[in-house]
Nanobody, 128 residues
Framework: VQLQASGGGLVQAGGSLRLSCATSGPTFSRNAVGWFRQAPGKERELVAAMKWNGASTKYTDSVKGRFTISRDSARNTVYLQMNGLKPEDTAVYFC??????????????????????WGQGTLVTVSS
């Protein structure tokens, strides 16, 4: 079972991209999904996360109002719609899923240790 992130690329500031995170291999259950990013020379950080049942979402402050996380249960795919992109959004974006254990409490959605399955990352570059 793997997660495959796609949709990254080069975009000008103010532009939009939609990242996708698809599943390959046997279907598996998940109770939370998230997008994280790592900029050059920085630690990986949460971008957005949600409970798979849609009951709760979490965003890092810098993307609130610009990014939206969503999922298509039928396609087992998670999306990150990114609008109003800024040069500081430049990073490798990783999708992650929690496939074991209970649905996490909302405060844990932003913690990397909540997730046990990670995709390979897709590069987003925003030019000024």
């Amino acid at each position: 079972v793997q997660l495959q992130a796609s949709g990254g690329g080069l975009v000008q500031a103010g532009g939009s991209l939609r990242l996708s995170c698809a599943t390959s291999g046997p279907t598996f259950s998940r109770n939370a999904v998230g997008w994280f990013r790592q900029a050059p020379g920085k630690e990986r950080e949460l971008v957005a996360a949600m409970k798979w049942n849609g009951a709760s979402t979490k965003y890092t402050d810098s993307v609130k109002g610009r990014f939206t996380i969503s999922r298509d249960s039928a396609r087992n795919t998670v999306y990150l719609q990114m609008n109003g992109l800024k040069p500081e959004d430049t990073a490798v974006y990783f999708c992650a899923a929690r496939t074991r254990g209970n649905t996490p409490i909302s405060s844990m959605l932003g913690e990397e240790r909540t997730y046990d399955l990670w995709g390979q990352g897709t590069l987003v570059t925003v030019s000024s």
